[in-house]
C-alpha cells in the first residue's frame, strides 16, 4: 500500500503514474513465473525481485484497479442523482406548462423542439 500511496500517487500526480505501471508489470513479467508465483496475501517481505513484483507491484496494481473501480462507480451513482434530478425538475415545469400550452392550442410544439424539426411551427399555432 506505501507503494501505491507514495512511490505511485507522486508519479500519478505528475502525470507519470501509467509509465510506473507499466515498469512495475515489466518487472512481474520479468520475475514471476509460474514456479514462484503466490497470492499477495501470503506476502511478507522481500528477499528477491520476483517476491518484490508481487508484493509491492502486484499490491500496486490491485488497488490501483480496485480505486479505478470505486471511482467510475461513484461517478455513475453522482451522474444518476444529477439526472434524476433533473427530469424530476424538466417533468415539473412541463406539468406546469401542460395548461398553458393547451389553452392556446398549440400543436407538435414539443414535438418541433425535440426533434428539431423543420417544419413551419407558425401554421401549427391556433392563436
Same mark, same amino acid.
Given at each position: 500500500m506505501t507503494t501505491y500511496?507514495?512511490?505511485?500517487l507522486l508519479l500519478e500526480l505528475k502525470g507519470k503514474g501509467s509509465q510506473y505501471r507499466f515498469q512495475e508489470m515489466l518487472k512481474y513479467l520479468s520475475y514471476v513465473n509460474n514456479t514462484?508465483?503466490?497470492a499477495i496475501n501470503e506476502f511478507s517481505h522481500r528477499e528477491s525481485m520476483a517476491l518484490q513484483a508481487i508484493g509491492y507491484g502486484k499490491l500496486?496494481?490491485?488497488?490501483?484497479?480496485?480505486?479505478?473501480q470505486i471511482f467510475k462507480r461513484f461517478i455513475f451513482a453522482r451522474?444518476?442523482?444529477? +439526472?434524476?434530478r !433533473? /427530469?424530476?425538475?424538466?417533468m415539473q415545469?412541463?406539468?406546469?406548462?401542460?395548461k398553458p400550452l393547451?389553452?392556446?392550442?398549440?400543436?407538435? +410544439?414539443?414535438? !418541433? /423542439?425535440?426533434?428539431?424539426s423543420n417544419e413551419r411551427v407558425l401554421?401549427?399555432?391556433?392563436?
Open positions: 500511496l507514495a512511490d505511485h514462484n508465483e503466490f500496486m496494481m490491485t488497488f490501483h484497479m480496485l480505486r479505478n451522474l444518476k442523482e444529477v +439526472l434524476q !433533473f /427530469l424530476k425538475t424538466a415545469v412541463l406539468r406546469k406548462w401542460r393547451k389553452r392556446f392550442q398549440v400543436k407538435n +410544439l414539443i414535438g !418541433f /423542439l425535440v426533434n428539431g401554421q401549427n399555432l391556433n392563436c
